[in-house]
């Protein structure tokens, strides 16, 4: 009874229930037979149980014509039963039959309690099979957010040493049927994959090649026995590694693991996507993988996953983008006299559905290309094809501001600091948020420094800079009400009354610490690890600023599924009581911050 039980808690729709509603059914459920020829429910009468089927077929008929056909695993009854009516057909048993039998007393409890197991009863045959899909995809992705690596997953790590001849380590290889190889070097290994062996065939006389450790690619990465997949997917799929070796706690290889092994127990193709975007010949090859993110971010997001992760993910796949289109629209000069930067919440690794086109592009000092202005407007209109929308405040490349030399920039850098006013203080928020994606990075890491130095010299600036937290008020008044601004009733904007406050406040502080991380998240991190606060604090800040993001996110997927713009409304009607009382708590802390952030840098005092 037990097993057969297991095999009914499997099937949609009992797999949408809960274990307490699993014990429930196995307490009260039955199992019966009936021998080939037994009407089980007559025309205009009414059902007492609902079947499913374990093992023979049952015929729905109307007179003499079939209508229906049951067979193992089918359930029959529940629209009836539903709604309280009798049977439209004659159910036959055509061959005998084992069923579960559950009363209707039950049935009809479960429905009320789970929405979507009583929805399935009345959903047609493409909602159910989408309803199957869902399930399946959503205990996959469960699965996989809490599977960590074993040795179930890994491939043999075949080692040699790094005075072996080439010839003998592939024989090795080859002979054990490894994935790779690795290197045991004096101070540490290295690998060698199949991109070293094509290297070692192209040029194995003209470089000499002999020993393995000439072609090894050394030091290695690797990640830690035990590790949650989903931080190996982002590191693989980030750096764009076929072959990670698994070390134990001492450092030593225990296995390999592969991305295609990785990719079995992940159902969203990130990965996919993005090696399509690294391999696409031309621009339309790029636009047509990134159109299919959206769809990535709404798997994890029903899945579960938290905002941060999905937001680190979609930050790889869209930075292999940015290269990509890079290397397809701008000139081959450019990569070395050039680099592109993202900005805004792009830069910061942050931006999960597309908002709106921030970007730059740095020159070196005296690079003036002929017609830069046309490919610049090719680039824009490229980001516009996919999907993003065009900054309201005109921070992209075809602004001139936002596309000029190094030395340029750097003057903008140094009237910032040294004579704030708004303008001013708003593009170095800006700036400071960039994140270079493509081209000569050296350029930005110049241009950085320089920002720092500056800010170092100027300590004065930073309440200027820090004031901002406070342009915007909470939406939580008095007695923790929400309150909603004219012309929203029942909506507040989370971004002006909660990520803006978090986000400016955690950009300021990390400014005074000379903290190069751009990330909100890893900024908060750094502000603990140089003792600005404490460990507590900066777990509660990231779950506060975690609660915001997805709450927003939960808002623009739905208003995306209506076909409205999304914006950064939240509807407080569509909340349940625990989500409400969750945004409360995290706006008071949002407001706690602020207050943090206004002490430390003494707004009061600040015009």
């Given at each position: ?477 008095l007695f923790s009400r929400f309150i909603s601004e004219e012309g929203h009733k ?118």
């Amino acid at each position: 009874m037990i097993a057969l039980l297991d095999k009914l808690k499997a099937d949609v729709p009992f797999s949408l229930l809960s274990e307490t509603q699993h014990q429930r059914i196995e307490d009260e459920a039955q199992i019966a037979y009936y021998p080939e020829g037994t009407c089980l429910v007559g025309k205009e009468k009414r059902f007492e149980v609902l079947y499913f089927i374990i093992k023979g077929v049952v015929e729905a008929r109307m007179g003499d014509e079939l209508l229906d056909l049951y067979h193992q695993d089918d359930t029959f009854g529940g629209v009836e039963l539903i709604e309280n009516q009798p049977s439209a057909y004659d159910y036959l048993v055509t061959e005998e039959l084992i069923c579960y039998e559950i009363p209707q007393a039950l049935f009809l409890e479960l429905c009320e309690a789970n929405r979507a197991f009583k929805e399935y009863f009345f959903g047609s045959v493409v909602e159910r099979i989408e309803m199957v899909k869902e399930h399946r995809e959503s205990a996959k992705m469960a699965e996989l957010m809490v599977a960590r690596i074993d040795d179930a997953l890994l491939h043999e790590a075949c080692i040699v040493e790094a005075d072996t001849p080439v010839v003998e380590a592939i024989a090795k290889l080859e002979e054990s049927r490894a994935v790779a190889l690795l290197v045991k070097n004096e101070t540490g290994y290295g690998i060698v994959t199949d991109t070293d062996l094509r290297k070692y065939i192209l040029h194995k006389e003209d470089q000499n090649l002999e020993v393995i450790s000439q072609i090894q690619t050394m030091p290695i990465i690797s990640v830690a026995e035990g590790e949650l997949l989903f931080n190996v997917l982002l590191l693989m799929t980030g750096r764009s590694i076929k072959h990670l070796p698994v070390v134990n706690d001492t450092g030593e290889p225990v296995g390999i693991l592969t991305l295609i092994d990785l990719l079995s127990y992940f159902s969203n193709q990130s990965h996919l996507i993005g090696t399509q975007i690294e391999k696409a010949q031309d621009i339309e090859g790029v636009i047509d993988a990134a159109k299919r993110i959206d769809v990535m971010i709404r798997t994890l997001h029903l899945k579960g996953v938290k905002s941060r992760y999905i937001a680190k993910l979609v930050s790889e796949i869209h930075k292999k983008m940015y290269a990509r289109l890079f290397t397809l629209i701008f000139p081959a000069e450019w990569k070395e006299k050039a680099t592109l930067l993202l900005l805004g919440s792009e830069g910061r690794g942050e931006q999960i559905l597309r908002t709106d086109q921030d970007n730059a592009i740095v020159f070196d000092a005296g690079f003036d290309p002929e017609g830069k202005e046309a490919y610049l407007q090719q680039f824009i209109e490229v980001l516009d094809e996919i999907g993003f929308p065009r900054c309201e405040g005109n921070v992209m490349v075809i602004n001139p501001n936002w596309a000029k030399d190094i030395e340029a920039y750097k003057a903008d850098i140094r009237t910032w600091v040294q004579i704030p006013d708004m303008e001013g203080l708003m593009d170095l928020a800006i700036f400071y948020d960039a994140y270079a994606v493509a081209g000569n990075k050296m350029l930005f890491l110049e241009l950085r420094d320089t920002l720092l130095n500056e800010v170092e010299k100027n300590h004065t600036f930073l309440p200027h800079f820090a004031k901002a937290v406070e342009s915007f008020e909470s939406p939580l008044g008095l007695f923790s009400r929400f309150i909603s601004e004219e012309g929203h009733k029942d909506e507040i904007d989370i971004k002006k009354g909660a990520l803006f406050a978090l986000v400016h406040g955690v950009r300021a502080l990390s400014l005074e610490h000379g903290i190069t991380k751009t990330n909100t998240t890893e900024r908060i991190k750094a502000l603990n690890n140089v003792g600005y606060m404490s460990k507590e604090d900066a777990k509660n800040l990231i779950e506060t600023l975690e609660v915001v993001m997805t709450f927003r996110l939960h808002a623009r997927l739905e208003k995306l599924e209506r076909g409205v713009v999304p914006d950064n409304y939240i509807a407080l009607g569509s909340l349940s009581k625990l989500e409400k009382d969750t945004l409360k708590e995290a706006l008071k802390m949002v407001e706690s911050f602020k207050k943090r952030v206004a002490y430390h840098f003494h707004l009061s005092m600040v015009s």
